[in-house]
T-cell receptor, first 115, second 115 residues
Framework: KQEVTQIPAALSVPEGENLVLNCSFTDSAIYNLQWFRQDPGKGLTSLLLIQSSQREQTSGRLNASLDKSSGRSTLYIAASQPGDSATYLCAVAVGRGSTLGRLYFGRGTQLTVWP | EAQVTQNPRYLITVTGKKLTVTCSQNMNHEYMSWYRQDPGLGLRQIYYSMNVEVTDKGDVPEGYKVSRKEKRNFPLILESPSPNQTSLYFC??????????????FGPGTRLTVT
């Protein structure tokens, strides 16, 4: 069974810092990895999706990398802002045939950016 | 507006009283899924559906039922709710199966309390 781990569980930084969130998974046979943001009391918003054949994806101040062989992904946030405060989750898509729709989530990193 | 809607958003009920949480999407998505989110456990997949009349179990299907009679709707049914089903529930959809690299869109969540 796929296990997804996110480190750290919580992170508190001053505004302007560059930071890295980590996600690791136990089974490297994934199809893709997706990073989400969750605000308190809200649903999840997709940030970046990396296909298994890709090494990284970028969107604005966000950059996500994927090293499938080592079972790791990192989300880099440049020049953090208070509005970045949220919980960040990663999820991996796995499965073949009848299990093609399975997804596994990490428990998230709760980020606080203070002014 | 493209969205996933869930109803109700909040529900308090008693043990054993059957309930249904509705989920609807207006994006003509083929794939839909239900998750529960619990502190310390993260998001876990309950059931998913790759298309109409096709449903499969996720990680934690016990105590839940689903049906997919039409593309836009994917209700979650608790025939006999128990206190351990107290949780935050999310419905999600994507154009096709996520392993094929289609991002997921999440509903706002339903907070269920079973006493």
């Amino acid at each position: 069974k796929q296990e997804v781990t996110q480190i750290p569980a919580a992170l508190s930084v001053p505004e302007g810092e560059n930071l890295v969130l980590n996600c690791s998974f136990t089974d490297s046979a994934i199809y893709n990895l997706q990073w989400f943001r969750q605000d308190p009391g809200k649903g999840l918003t997709s940030l970046l999706l990396i296909q298994s054949s890709q090494r990284e994806q970028t969107s604005g101040r966000l950059n996500a990398s994927l090293d499938k062989s080592s079972g790791r992904s990192t989300l880099y946030i440049a020049a953090s802002q208070p509005g970045d405060s949220a919980t960040y989750l990663c999820a991996v898509a796995v499965g073949r045939g009848s299990t093609l729709g399975r997804l596994y989530f990490g428990r998230g990193t709760q980020l606080t950016v203070w002014p | 507006e493209a969205q996933v809607t869930q109803n109700p958003r909040y529900l308090i009920t008693v043990t054993g009283k059957k309930l249904t949480v509705t989920c609807s999407q207006n994006m003509n998505h083929e794939y839909m899924s239900w998750y529960r989110q619990d502190p310390g456990l993260g998001l876990r997949q309950i059931y998913y559906s790759m298309n109409v009349e096709v449903t499969d179990k996720g990680d934690v299907p016990e105590g839940y039922k689903v049906s997919r009679k039409e593309k836009r709707n994917f209700p979650l049914i608790l025939e006999s709710p128990s206190p351990n089903q107290t949780s935050l529930y999310f419905c999600a959809s994507s154009l096709k199966v996520p392993v094929l690299s289609y991002e997921q869109y999440f509903g706002p969540g339903t907070r269920l309390t079973v006493t």
